[in-house]
Antibody
Framework: EVQLVESGGGLVQPGGSLRLSCVVS????????MSWVRQAPGKGLEWVSI???????YYADSVKGRFTISRDNSKNTLYLQMNSLTGEDTAVYYC??????????WGQGTLVTVSS | EIVLTQSPATLSLSPGERATLSCRAS??????LAWYQQKPGQAPRLLIY???NRATGIPARFSGSGSGADFTLTISSLEPEDFAVYYC?????????FGQGTKVEIK
């Protein structure tokens, strides 16, 4: 059975940092394209970042230079390091597998709240 | 960046009725459009990919159509479990983008 379990969310002050984790079971993270997608409260979905199986990474302009996507193959885990956080980063963050055509597996999400 | 505009924002219908949701792209995206369903407190679920292909396990009452810049998701006869928010998403160019969603609510 495929499972994606995010963790690491919480309350952080503006300018702070947080690292999200997504532990995957049922498939190999390093062999797949993996993304982070976020959803601000009451809003729609926004793609944040992707890491290809070959290791290439891409970011939305809104997070470029502040967020870093990575993975630990030995732990089959995806990460999102988030620095210089602002209120606009407040959202539920989902990890999801990108099939190159669509997102077929999603985690349950982890809430990040940026507030003083 | 390709902007996807969904309409209407809210659709109020009764079970058994037909739902027609629209997604319009700011430029042609060929057939590279997917639809997702999201219920409160849950992650999105893939319904349709590449305009008209149902994902595994998706009932036949869900269908997708369109091409170029105009797309439609149709639910032929609403079941109680279909009341949710629906998002379209394009993969024609990066960054991939989502529409703002259409909420299908019980009338």
């Amino acid at each position: 059975e495929v499972q994606l379990v995010e963790s690491g969310g919480g309350l952080v002050q503006p300018g702070g940092s947080l690292r999200l984790s997504c532990v995957v079971s049922g498939f190999t993270v390093s062999s797949n394209y993996m993304s982070w997608v976020r959803q601000a409260p009451g809003k729609g979905l926004e793609w944040v970042s992707i890491i290809y199986s070959g290791g290439t990474t891409y970011y939305a302009d809104s997070v470029k230079g502040r967020f870093t996507i990575s993975r630990d193959n030995s732990k089959n885990t995806l990460y999102l390091q988030m620095n210089s956080l602002t209120g606009e980063d407040t959202a539920v963050y989902y990890c999801a597998r990108w099939d190159a055509r669509y997102y077929d597996y999603w985690g349950q999400g982890t809430l990040v709240t940026v507030s003083s | 960046e390709i902007v996807l505009t969904q309409s209407p924002a809210t659709l109020s219908l009764s079970p058994g009725e037909r739902a027609t949701l629209s997604c319009r792209a700011s430029q042609s995206i060929s057939s590279y459009l997917a639809w997702y369903q999201q219920k409160p407190g849950q992650a999105p679920r893939l319904l349709i990919y590449d305009t008209s292909n149902r994902a595994t396990g998706i009932p036949a009452r869900f269908s997708g159509s369109g091409s170029g810049a105009d797309f439609t998701l149709t639910i032929s006869s609403l079941e109680p479990e279909d009341f949710a928010v629906y998002y379209c998403q394009q993969r024609r160019s990066w960054p991939q983008t989502f529409g703002q969603g259409t909420k299908v609510e019980i009338k």
